[in-house]
C-alpha cells in the first residue's frame, strides 16, 4: 500500500520540528550563554566540543537499543515520542537558565543541560531517520520520502536562521535573555506538536532490523578504506570553515557590522544566504553537474568559497555600510558550501563501492554512520575555535552594548580574520588532501563496478 498524501505531509512535518529544534541548539547556544550570559567563551567552547564528540559515540548505542526495542507500537516511534518530549523539555530548560546561578554554577548549568539536550536529541533523531523502511515499500517510494523529509528538515533550518533573532528581539521587547526564553517555549512546542501528529499519522507495516555499527567497526571500516579517510578527513575541514563562521557571523553583525538594528541586518543576510543555499542545492548543482565532473564541480566550489572568503575579508576592512554589499561573498560562500554538501555525500557512497572491491564486504551503513560523527565532530571543533577567537577579542556582552566596534580595535580585527581566514586554510588543506588521496573519478568507478559485477 502507497503511502498516502497525509502520511507523507505528517513525516516532512517531523522532519521541520526536528531540525528547527537542532538549529537553534547548534547556531545560538554559545551566543546565548556566551555573550547573554557571561559565560566564558573557552568554557562554552569545551563544552561544547566534548559534549559533540559524546553526542556522536552515542549515536551507535542508540541505534542498538532502538534496534532491540519490541513494543504493540513498533521499534520506532515510542523512542520518536519519548526523545522528542525529553528533548523539548530540556531544551527549553537550556535556554532558561536561572538569573540567580553565576560562575561555576552557570558553566555547571550549561554542561549538564548541553549534554541532556545532545542525549535526548540522539534518542529521536535515530528513530527517526531509521524508521523509513518500516512503512514505506522501498524503490521510488522510499527514495521520495527520504528527499522531501531531507528538504523539509532544510526547511526548519532555514526557518529558524532567518527568524531567530528578529523574534528573540520582539518576544523580549529587547530583553534577549527574556526572549529566548519566550521563543525557545514556542519552538519546543511546535516540535512536539509536529512529531505526535506523525506519530499518530504514520503506522509502521513491517518491522525491520537496524543495522547500527558499533564505533569499532566505524573505525575499522574507516582505516581499511583509503578513500572512505580522505573523504571523511575532506568532511572535517569543509564543516569545520562553515560552522566557526556560521558561529561568529551573528557577533560580526552586532559588534562590527553594527547599527542599533543590527539583528534586521542579520536576518536579511540570513534570508539570501538561506535561499541561495538550497537554490545551490537543488537548481545550480544538476545544471553544472552537465557540464563538468563531479571532482571538478568539488574544485569549482573549493574555489567559489574561498574567493568569497577572500571577498568578504577585503569588504571588512572597508568603510562597507550596506548590507547589499555582503551579498557577494555571501552568494559565492552559501552557492559553494550547497553544492559540497551534496558533492561530499556522493563521494562518500563512492567509496562503498571501492570498499567491497578492495576488502570483500560492502560496509555501507557503516561508512554513512561515519557521516553523523565527522559532522559533529567538525561542529564542535569549530565551536571551541570560535570561543578562542571571542576570548582573545575580548568579545562579550560588556564590549560595546551592542554597537558597531570601532574599525581599528583590535578585537574586531581578530573576528574578522578568524572568521575569513582560518576557513580559507581550512578549504586550502581540504583541496590539497582530496587531490592527493582521492582517485575514485567517474571512469575508475566504471572500472569497479564492472570488476564487481564479474564477481
Known sequence: MKLSGKEKISYGLGAVGKDMVYMLSASYILYYYQDILGVSAIAMGIILMAARVFDAFNDPVMGVV???????????????LIGTITNAIVLYIMFAAPPALNGSGLIAYAAITYILWGVTYTMMDIPFWSMIPAFTEGGE???????????????GSAIITIITMKCVYVLGQGNERAGFKRFVLIIAILFILFTVFACLMIKEKS??????PSVKQMFKALVQNDQAMAVVITIVLINCALYITSNLLIYFFKYDFGGEAWYNSY???NT?????????????FPLIRKFMSTVRVFYLSILLAVAGYGALLVLSFTNM????????????VFTAFGMLTVLTTIFLANTVDYGELKNSRRDESVIFSMQTFVVKLAS????????????????SNDTSQGAAAVEESSSVV????????IPIIGLVIAVVVFHKKYILTESKLKEIVEELKKR
Do not use: H
Not at 555600510?321 to 559565492?332: A, R, V
Not at 571543533?381 to 575580548?394: E, F, G, K, R
Open 66 to 80: 532502538v534496534a532491540k526495542t519490541r513494543t504493540r507500537w513498533g521499534k520506532f516511534r515510542p523512542w520518536l
Open 141 to 155: 517510494e522510499r527514495e521520495g520520502l527520504t528527499t522531501l523529509a531531507r528538504s523539509c528538515a532544510g526547511v
Open 207 to 212: 518491522t525491520v532490523d537496524v543495522d547500527s
Open 267 to 269: 536576518t536579511l543576510f
Open 272 to 284: 539570501f544566504g538561506g535561499a541561495v543555499q538550497i537554490l545551490s542545492m537543488m537548481m545550480f
Open 321 to 332: 555600510s550596506s548590507i547589499y554589499l555582503l551579498f557577494i561573498p555571501g552568494f559565492l
Open 380 to 395: 564542535g571543533l569549530a565551536a571551541l575555535i570560535a570561543s578562542v577567537c571571542l576570548t582573545v577579542c575580548n568579545l
Open 414 to 421: 581578530g573576528l574578522r580574520m578568524t572568521m575569513a581566514l
